[in-house]
Antibody, heavy 122, light 111 residues
Framework: QVQLQQSGPGLVKPSQTLSLTCAISGDSVSRNRASWNWIRQSPSRGLEWLGRTYYSSKWYNDYAVSVKSRMTINPDTSKNQFSLQLNSVTPEDTAVYYC????????????WGQGTMVTVSS | QSVLTQPPSASGTPGQRVTISCSGSSSNIGINYVYWYQQLPGTAPKLLIYRNDQRPSGVPDRFSGSKSGTSASLAISGLRSEDEADYYCAAWDDSLSGLAVFGGGTQLTVL
C-alpha cells in the first residue's frame, strides 16, 4: 500500500523559504512511469499544480509558470522522498500543500499526502 | 480563476441522479483525458475517475464519467448522503508545458 507522509512547518515568515518533505512508502521515487508532484489549495486560487519531479533515465523537473522562478523540487533517493522549496514567500502563498503521485498506470494523481496547512505571516 | 469551469454547487435527494459539468478548451480537455476527484471536508482529494470514464478499484459504479469535445461530465446515480463532498475535474494542458489544470470545484449537497 503506497503512502505519502508530509512534514514541514505550518508557519513561515514573509520573504523566507517554505520547505516541505514528502516521504514515500510502498513505492520508489526513482521508478519509471511515475511522477512526484506538489499541489496546493487555497480559497482564492483553488487547486493549483505547482510542479513535479520524475526519473526517466535521468531526473526531470517541471514547474508551474506562476512559481517557476521561486520553486525547487528535489528527489532524495537515499531517503525515498522528495521535497519542495518555495522562496520569497508572501501571504498569497498561504495554502494547504499536498504531495501526490501520478502513476503511469492511470495518468492521474492517484495517491495523495495528508496535506500541510502553511500560513505565511509575520 | 480556475482554467476549467465547473458550477459552484449542485444538489439532489437520496436516490436521484446528478451530473456535474466541466468545461475546458482545445489545449486541455479537447485533446487530453479528464479526471475527477472527490474531496471530503478536511481530507485530501481522492481519485474518482481517470482517463475520462475509468474507475479505480473501490470506486462504486454509481460514479461515471464522460467527455465530449472540450467538455466533460461526472454523473452520480443512486445518490447517497456520503456523496456530499466537493468534486473537481482536472486535465493536463498542452499549452502550459503539460501542466495539470483543475476546475474550481462543485460542492454537492444531498438534501
Amino acid at each position: 500500500q503506497v503512502q505519502l507522509q508530509q512534514s514541514g512547518p505550518g508557519l513561515v515568515k514573509p520573504s523566507q523559504t517554505l520547505s516541505l518533505t514528502c516521504a514515500i512508502s510502498g513505492d520508489s521515487v526513482s521508478r519509471n512511469r511515475a511522477s512526484w508532484n506538489w499541489i496546493r489549495q487555497s480559497p482564492s486560487r483553488g487547486l493549483e499544480w505547482l510542479g513535479r519531479t520524475y526519473y526517466s533515465s535521468k531526473w526531470y523537473n517541471d514547474y508551474a509558470v506562476s512559481v517557476k522562478s521561486r520553486m525547487t523540487i528535489n528527489p532524495d533517493t537515499s531517503k525515498n522522498q522528495f521535497s519542495l522549496q518555495l522562496n520569497s514567500v508572501t501571504p498569497e502563498d498561504t495554502a494547504v500543500y499536498y504531495c501526490a503521485r501520478v502513476s503511469g498506470e492511470v495518468d492521474a494523481f492517484d495517491i495523495w499526502g495528508q496535506g500541510t496547512m502553511v500560513t505565511v505571516s509575520s | 480563476q480556475s482554467v476549467l469551469t465547473q458550477p459552484p454547487s449542485a444538489s439532489g435527494t437520496p436516490g436521484q441522479r446528478v451530473t456535474i459539468s466541466c468545461s475546458g478548451s482545445s489545449s486541455n480537455i479537447g485533446i487530453n483525458y479528464v479526471y475527477w476527484y472527490q474531496q471530503l471536508p478536511g481530507t485530501a482529494p481522492k481519485l474518482l475517475i481517470y482517463r475520462n470514464d475509468q474507475r479505480p478499484s473501490g470506486v462504486p459504479d454509481r460514479f461515471s464519467g464522460s467527455k465530449s469535445g472540450t467538455s466533460a461530465s461526472l454523473a452520480i446515480s443512486g445518490l447517497r448522503s456520503e456523496d456530499e463532498a466537493d468534486y473537481y475535474c482536472a486535465a493536463w494542458d498542452d499549452s502550459l508545458s503539460g501542466l495539470a489544470v483543475f476546475g474550481g470545484g462543485t460542492q454537492l449537497t444531498v438534501l
